[in-house]
């Protein structure tokens, strides 16, 4: 009886250390696979969600540079934005709400949030970066400026059409990003192709 | 179960004068704390997200303005296979760069299928270069070069799908380049050559 104890609770101690709390996230997004092994870093990242039906989510990790962030965009767009509206947005996981609609969605308490959030009409983007409706741009160009190791990784529904992706690429070719992650699922490497015979070489040759 | 026993049991006796004081029990009942322990290995379990998210790196070419269209470099007809994708997870390809306005090139039409899908045809035309450049009718410098054109109606999982197969088949030149009003033709005529939709 107390082994049993004991293992169970070294269990618990492990489970306890071992999970990472996923953050909230706006929409259920099913991403498509590959065979793509890059784990995701675990800081300094900007996401951006694209859900099945094109809206745009932005999220990025870090809470002060979240506050950060949203001093800039306050700063940039003038919306006006009161200490405790800054501090709401340094608290939520992801924005997808157009400038003109960011100062009262932030003035709403958190459950209401979320119930704006889902039915929220995603962050306004354009194929180019100089065009003012492209508000992606901005949030793209401040998140930057706070924090210029950010890296980028899209994380869109397989559903997702290709113009709304290619709207972000665009976007983020008009900054000068021509390096970015997407986010996959894991498939097996089907057999006979030459990544296949690749990963079965052996180890001497690690790319 | 699991108890703790701290009472000393029998032996040692006690002087004659001693009272006896009343004896109160010191075991401890541990069966809750265990309980609430497996709980919370249960809960920790469901919530563990053990595999990490997986990420595609993607690198876009340089896009300087300032370049004109003159100084770009051709690609060879012969080593670059085109590949447009459409709706419904249509994939059609045609060898070459298709930039002769005289002569239309020929659309064929494949899915992601693991078998006799686009795969194969990207084995195939690698093949072919490989073939070639052991002739001597390309150089050594020469790569298979595949060009990806998602058009309006094709999905994100499309793109992902196509990206994957560069890597699974080992194509180390591609690109993704928007599609031509001339292309967007050529499907349309291909589609109504089939028979519609």
């Not at chain 1, 498509?32 to 870093?41: H, N, Q, Y």
């Not at chain 1, 609609?101 to 932030?106: A, D, I, P, T």
């Not at chain 2, 379990?45 to 998210?53: G, H, I, L, N, S």
């Not at chain 2, 001597?136 to 994100?156: F, M, N, R």
Request: hydrophobic share 40%; glycine share 4%; aromatic share 8%.
């Amino acid at each position: 009886m107390t082994a049993m104890c004991d293992v169970a609770f070294l269990l618990l101690t492990f489970f306890m250390l071992a999970t990472k709390f996923k953050p909230d996230e706006p929409v259920i997004v099913k991403t498509p696979s590959s065979i793509s092994e890059i784990p995701l870093p675990d800081v300094d990242i900007m996401l951006l969600t694209v859900d099945p039906k094109g809206r745009i989510f932005f999220a990025i990790d870090n809470k002060l540079m979240r506050k950060s962030l949203i001093e800039d965009i306050n700063y940039q767009r003038d919306l006006k934005l009161t200490d405790a509206e800054k501090t709401a947005f340094a608290i939520d996981a992801s924005i997808g709400i157009p400038f003109s609609q960011l100062k009262s969605y932030l003035a709403l308490p958190p459950e209401q949030q979320k119930t704006m959030e889902v039915n929220a009409p995603g962050i306004p983007t354009d194929t180019s970066v100089t065009s003012p409706q492209n508000e992606l741009a901005s949030w793209i160009k401040s998140a930057r400026t706070v924090n210029p190791k950010l890296r980028i990784c899209i994380k869109a529904d397989g559903q997702a059409s290709y113009p709304m992706v290619k709207k972000i690429i665009k976007t983020l070719e008009g900054w000068k990003i021509f390096k970015f992650n997407l986010i996959t699922d894991l498939k097996a490497i089907p057999s006979g192709t030459a990544a296949y015979a690749d990963a079965h070489s052996g180890d001497k040759k690690t790319k | 179960m699991a108890e703790m026993d701290t009472s000393s049991s029998g032996g040692h006796k006690k002087g004659p004068g001693v009272k006896k004081g009343k004896k109160l029990s010191t075991r401890i009942d541990l069966t809750p704390m265990v309980d609430l322990g497996f709980l919370l290995i249960t809960f920790f379990m469901y919530t563990t997200t053990m595999a990490k998210p997986k990420t595609m790196e993607i690198n876009m070419p340089y896009k300087d303005p300032n370049l004109k269209i003159e100084d770009q470099n051709k690609i060879k007809n012969s080593v670059a296979l085109t590949i447009l994708l459409s709706k419904n997870h249509r994939v059609y390809y045609y060898e070459g760069i298709g930039d002769d306005p005289n002569k239309a090139p020929e659309l064929k039409v494949t899915y992601f299928t693991p078998t006799k899908g686009i795969r194969d045809e990207i084995i195939a035309k690698k093949k072919m270069v490989d073939d070639m450049k052991r002739s001597g009718q390309l150089t050594a410098k020469d790569e298979t070069t595949v060009l990806i054109k998602p058009d309006t109606t094709s999905t994100y999982s499309d793109l992902v799908n196509i990206l994957d197969e560069m890597n699974i088949n080992d194509i180390k030149v591609y690109a993704i380049i928007d599609i031509t009003d001339i292309e967007q033709g050529f499907i349309k005529e291909t589609e109504a050559a089939s028979g519609g939709k």
